[in-house]
């Protein structure tokens, strides 16, 4: 998958290659749509999972375990949107993404991977249907999106 | 699956029975960038897969099999972001869902149901690894677009 992962990247560098274009600036505001789409559609699910887990929704097992479903597969789509030059102090959409993902592009990286690899745990244990475990799971997911934020996301 | 995706449907509804509210209203804005998001993933995804079936972008199996998965999965996640009076006309925010939506909302649940089923096609098809087939199926999944946004979507 990291080969596909890489093509996928290299698709949208590629695009951009023909800086200072309209066309490229076309390509680095589909990007941008592209991550903050990805992020919303797994705030979408993320979001109903939360007032479960803080006991303001009832538990469904099916529709947990649908939710934590997408949030790992959606988990794995938005690396590729953020392509060079589409920080906030580039662009003129909106967006809070610092300059530092870039700089420090490694540690994103390894940052945006942890939030795919906690929430395929979440994944494998909203199955067990064993709510404790579900919370505790839970609140590591969430902790990768902290982190992630606390560092590269204006606040 | 579908009892589960009744069990999402009523939570939204439930959400927006409180009516007038400043919280309803938020729950309706939530609604719309929801499923407009889902769209913008799904697009996201498309795109580049119109290319490879144009020509334009050469054919990656692998990645190609990996975005007609996603858009499988998004397929399934939209309907639930049509709560009731979320239509171009009762929103301040921009959106192009027009009110034959709710009005015949058997046939659009019938049309976003099409979009599920030809993509989960296209995935069967795009493991094959076929382009003829691959791009024949394209097409069918497309006509599900265009068939829903010719009556369902503001121009």
Redesign the interface.
């Known amino acids: ?1 990291n ?2 992962a890489n ?2 990247i290299s ?1 949208l560098l590629l695009t951009t290659a023909l800086s200072g274009t309209a066309w490229a600036d076309d390509a680095k505001k ?1 990007a941008v ?2 991550r ?3 992020y ?2 797994i705030k ?1 699910n993320f979001a ?1 999972m939360a007032q479960v887990v803080k006991g303001e ?1 009832s538990y ?1 097992a ?2 947990f375990t ?1 939710r934590a479903e ?1 949030v790992a ?2 988990s794995k ?1 938005a690396l590729e ?1 953020f392509i060079p030059e589409t920080d906030m102090l580039s662009m003129d959409v909106k967006t809070g993404a610092k300059p530092n993902i870039w700089e420090e592009w490694d540690d994103f990286k390894a940052k945006n991977a942890a939030l795919a690899t906690e929430s395929e745990k979440l994944l494998e244990v909203a199955k067990t249907g064993d709510l404790d475990k579900i919370k505790a799971q839970f609140a590591e997911t969430g902790k990768t999106c902290k982190s992630c934020h606390d560092k590269f996301r204006e606040k």
């Open positions: 998958m080969r596909v093509t996928l698709g589909d749509e592209y903050q789409s990805v919303q559609v979408g109903p929704a469904d099916d529709s649908l997408r597969a959606l789509m949107g």
